[in-house]
């Protein structure tokens, strides 16, 4: 049995099998990982898609690799706060939040790495700073903006070597 897997969460107006986590996921298979994206398409709340990943992972019964973008990614992260992940993969995350600024998870005791585009007109780039330095995750800023999708193959590599560490 593979024990290697990976989920990820998407963000807030993409769904399961977007360009970037195709993308990933032919990455993430090509190294040996199985791989899921739950879909989260008409759950705004963030609280109610992190206790669908939080199902999700006490159902897989082993400890996996979490992925995420944007509001997937507070996603991913407040669940690895909360249980054993194998590690944590964040795509532009959405934290600190105006609303949703006490929900911001503390760190995870995983390896982490964020990439977050200096571009990003939705999310802004310091906030990824901000969460890495409390987290102590490796962070890597690029020149793109918040989709990423511009920028697939350098997100690839980075997330390559992430997954090549665990």
Known sequence: MNERHICFSHGKESGPWGTKIRALAGVARAGGWTVESL????????????????????SYGRPM?????????????AVAAEL????????????????YEQYVPPPAS???????????DVVPWEDSVRYASRQRAQLVLIDGDHRLTD????????????????
């Open 65 to 77: 690799a979490l992925a995420g973008s944007s509001m997937g990614g507070f996603v991913a992260a």
């Open 151 to 166: 920028n697939l193959a350098e997100v690839g590599a980075i997330f390559g070597r992430f997954l090549g560490r665990l």
């Open 84 to 99: 054993s992940v194998a590690g944590l993969f964040l795509m532009a995350p959405a934290f600190y939040v105006p609303g």
């Open 110 to 120: 995983c390896p982490t790495t964020i990439v977050h585009g200096w571009r990003d």
């Open 39 to 58: 879909d989260y398409q008409g759950i705004d709340d963030p609280l109610e898609r992190v206790a669908k990943l939080r199902s999700y992972a006490h």
